[in-house]
């Protein structure tokens, strides 16, 4: 069974920064597009980010343009999203997702996710 691991969340303050990191258990991330989503308390899931597997290409939501960037190492098999300027508004339980490619910043098919990580920015 396939497994993602994603780290990296905390508490931060607003305009602060943060670096999430997805690792995989039992298989090869670069085999695979990897997409970071986020799910604010009564909000629907977001796409956030997606990567390709080469890390080639990469694409964001316009809401996290020019904040976040995402990249991947395939020798150490890990995908990190670093978030800067962070907002109020960022804060959700962020995912990382493995899929076969990169429609924009989702990731598809959305069948292979992570336990999430916790991101609150707050004064």
């Known amino acids: 069974q396939l497994q993602l691991v994603e780290s990296g969340g905390g508490l931060v303050q607003p305009g602060g920064s943060l670096r999430l990191s997805c690792a995989a258990s039992?298989?090869?991330?670069?085999?695979?597009?990897i997409g970071w989503f986020r799910q604010a308390p009564g909000k629907e899931r977001e796409g956030v980010s997606c990567?390709?597997?080469?890390?080639?290409?990469?694409n964001y939501a316009d809401s996290v343009k020019g904040r976040f960037t995402i990249s991947r190492d395939n020798a150490k098999n890990t995908v990190t999203l670093q978030m800067n300027s962070l907002k109020p508004e960022d804060t959700a339980v962020y995912y990382c997702?493995?899929?076969?490619?990169?429609?924009?910043?989702?990731?598809?098919?959305?069948?292979?996710w992570g336990q999430g990580t916790q991101v609150t920015v707050s004064s």
């Open positions: 990567i390709s597997r080469s890390g080639g290409s990469a």
């Open positions: 997702a493995a899929g076969g490619y990169c429609s924009g910043y989702v990731s598809y098919p959305l069948d292979t």
């Open positions: 039992r298989f090869t991330l670069g085999d695979y597009a």
